[in-house]
Nanobody
């Protein structure tokens, strides 16, 4: 059974940091990405890391967020710094083309 389990979300003040983790089981991760969905909005892409470690970021998070991976632990991370209230959302990890995690809530207070 394939599972992607996110953790690390929470409540933080603006300017603070959080580190999200996505632990995969039942599959060996290749390219992985993070997405987020704010209340009343569509899910949007945040960042991608390839199997080789190349990364891409949405303009809204570039310079503040860092995606990384630990292949030995089959885990992907999202380090989020300088958080803004606009970053408030449920964050999901995604293993294309099929598997999504259950999401972890990130709330940034002003």
């Amino acid at each position: 059974q394939v599972q992607l389990v996110e953790s690390g979300g929470g409540l933080v003040q603006a300017g603070g940091s959080l580190r999200l983790s996505c632990a995969a089981s039942g599959i060996s991760i290749n390219a992985m990405s993070w997405h987020r969905q704010a209340p009343g909005k569509r899910r949007e892409w945040v960042a991608t890391i390839t199997s080789g470690g190349s990364t891409n970021y949405a303009d809204s998070v570039k310079g503040r967020f860092t995606i990384s991976r630990d292949n030995a632990k089959n885990t992907v991370f999202l380090q989020m710094n300088s958080l803004k209230p606009a970053d408030t959302a449920v964050y999901y990890c995604y293993s294309p083309p099929t598997y999504w995690g259950q999401g972890t809530q990130v709330t940034v207070s002003s």
